[in-house]
């Protein structure tokens, strides 16, 4: 599976890429809201995506992905920030699900092998 990683934060990118990559997937990796938005116009099965990010807001993201290109791609936020209004909205902008900082990163390699098989 073609997954685009969006995480700004050098440790935790370096820990999702390596276990991703072991789990037999290959890792695409942005780390700034520029870069991640020019690669949302490429095919993905599934994203990854942290919301705060340099240079703009994850969601901002997601609400491109879904309302500017129409797509359907899975995505699961992973992030530090546990409001309810942030996860709530997420969920409504289309989000497949939301894991909060610190994560199993086992987890979150089963989750998308989850949502992508449903897709």
């Known amino acids: 599976m073609r997954v685009l990683l969006v995480e700004d934060d050098p440790v935790v990118a370096q820990v999702l890429e390596m276990v991703l990559t072991r789990a037999g997937h290959q890792v695409h990796l942005a780390r700034d809201f520029p870069t991640a938005k020019a690669r949302l ?21 997601l609400r491109h992905l879904r309302q500017d290109l129409g797509r359907a791609t899975p995505v699961i936020i ?42």
């Open 41 to 61: 116009a490429e095919p993905w099965d599934a994203i990854v995506l942290d919301l705060n990010l340099p240079g703009g807001f994850g969601l901002d993201l």
């Open 78 to 119: 992973l992030s530090g920030l546990k409001q309810e209004r942030t996860i709530l909205e997420s969920m409504r902008l289309g989000a497949q699900d939301y894991l909060t900082k610190p994560f199993s990163p086992q987890e979150l390699v089963l989750r998308l092998e989850r949502y992508v098989a449903k897709g």
